[in-house]
C-alpha cells in the first residue's frame, strides 16, 4: 500500500442505482469507496486496512458506528472463541470512541468559529 497521505479515494456514482441519479430528489448519489472499503476491512479483520480507510471515509462517524455495531454483533453471535470475541469487542469500543472523538472534535470547531465570528462582528459594530 502507499503511504496513507498519498492514498486518496474518490467518490463515484452508485453503480447500484443506474444513471447515479436519485429519481426522487433529482440529486446525483455517490458511493464513498472509503466507507466500503472500511467495512470489507472489518469483516475480513484487516485492522491495519480499517484504520487507513476510516480516515479517507467521507462520513467516518457513521462508518465508526457502523463497525462497532457489526464487531459487537459478530462477537455476539459469530465469535468461534472467547478470545476472538473479546477482540471484536476491543476494536468495537476503538470505533466508538473514534465516532465520539469525531464528534467532539466538531463540536470544539464550531464553537472555536462562532466564537471568531461573533468576536470580529462585534468588533466591527459596537466599539466597545
Known amino acids: ?3 496513507k497521505e498519498q492514498l486518496e479515494l474518490q ?6 442505482r443506474g444513471s447515479g441519479r436519485d429519481s426522487e430528489r433529482g440529486e446525483e448519489t455517490f458511493r ?6 472500511f467495512l470489507w ?4 479483520n484487516q485492522k491495519e486496512l480499517a484504520e487507513i480507510a476510516w480516515e479517507q471515509s467521507r462520513d ?3 462508518a465508526a458506528l ?13 465469535a468461534e472463541e472467547e478470545d476472538e470475541a473479546e ?7 476503538h470505533y466508538e470512541r473514534h465516532a465520539i472523538g469525531t ?5 470544539v470547531f464550531t464553537v472555536l468559529i462562532n466564537h471568531r465570528y461573533s468576536s470580529r462582528h462585534n468588533s466591527i459594530y459596537c466599539p466597545y
Open 1 to 3: 500500500l502507499p503511504p
Open 11 to 16: 467518490a463515484s456514482p452508485d453503480p447500484d
Open 32 to 37: 464513498d469507496p472509503g466507507g466500503d472499503l
Open 41 to 44: 476491512a472489518i469483516l475480513q
Open 60 to 62: 467516518c462517524t457513521s
Open 66 to 78: 457502523a463497525a462497532s455495531k457489526i464487531l459487537k454483533k459478530l462477537a455476539e453471535e459469530g
Open 87 to 93: 477482540e471484536m469487542r476491543e476494536l468495537a469500543k
Open 103 to 107: 464528534v467532539a472534535d466538531t463540536i
